[in-house]
């Protein structure tokens, strides 16, 4: 397992586990139909590798890759029946680098990008409603928004040298979007759940001199959230 994924498991995984154990000593609770819920929480989004080759003017094989970041989560549930569920994902902006690869890879970053990602799913919960563990996969569509595109000084030595500042602009999108993940009933009120999302992604850096990237980021999400039943 690289850094990377070991820091997801110290963020996220553990204190699920943690949940898990405690929820070992209480007793199970439904979330039936017409229950609402709450759950707050964080994720770590990780797009997949790099981008396509840049348009001319620019070095063969030269590439671009974003890096994966952290953010707070606010998921809103309805159950619509006892084993239907919808959600809405919402929460703040994901910060992520924009960094050299390809011929690009000894430039270090080139930018940094914010993304919204408001995602809307429909879940199926398998298990007995009174479970205590309640696995579940579900289907949405999410809605990538980038904004704050801010390019490095790099950036501008690379693609307009002596010349000013390069800005670029990532497309927004919207893609299917896959989940699995299991809640755990804490109490009657509370639980906690774990979500892998994986999103089919594709869209487009377009820079202030006029080169294109074509980029299949394809995101994979993992978020836990404590959440509560209404």
Not at 13 to 32: D, E, F, K, R, W
Not at 70 to 96: C, F, H, M, Q, R
Not at 98 to 107: D, F, K, V, W, Y
Request: glycine share 12%; proline share 5%; charged share 10%.
């Amino acid at each position: 397992m690289n850094q990377r994924w070991n820091h997801v498991v110290t963020l996220f995984v553990t204190p699920l586990m943690a949940a898990c154990a405690i929820a070992m000593a209480a007793n199970a609770s439904a979330q039936g139909a017409g229950q609402f819920t709450v759950k707050v929480g964080a994720g770590n989004m990780s797009p997949k590798g790099d981008s396509g080759d840049m348009s001319a003017p620019a070095l063969p094989g030269s590439k671009v890759a974003l890096g994966s970041g952290t953010a707070p989560v606010l998921i809103v549930g309805y159950s619509l029946t006892d084993n239907i569920s919808a959600e809405l994902d919402l929460g703040l902006p994901y910060k992520l680098k924009l960094n050299g690869a390809g011929a690009l890879a000894g430039s270090g970053q080139l930018g940094t990008v914010e993304l919204l990602r408001p995602s809307a799913s429909i879940q199926y919960r398998f298990m007995p409603l009174a479970s205590m563990m309640r696995p579940f996969v579900g289907l949405g569509v999410t809605y990538a928004r980038f904004q704050k595109e801010t390019g490095s000084g790099t950036l501008t030595a690379l693609l307009n040298t002596g010349g000013p500042a390069t800005t670029f602009a990532i497309g927004a999108k919207a893609a299917a979007t896959l989940q699995a993940g299991v809640a755990v009933n804490v109490d009657p009120r509370w639980f906690a759940d774990l979500t892998v999302t994986k999103s089919t992604l594709r869209t487009q850096i377009q820079y202030s001199t006029g080169q294109t990237h074509r980029m299949r980021l394809d995101p994979l999400a993992v978020i836990v959230a404590v959440g509560y039943k209404f």
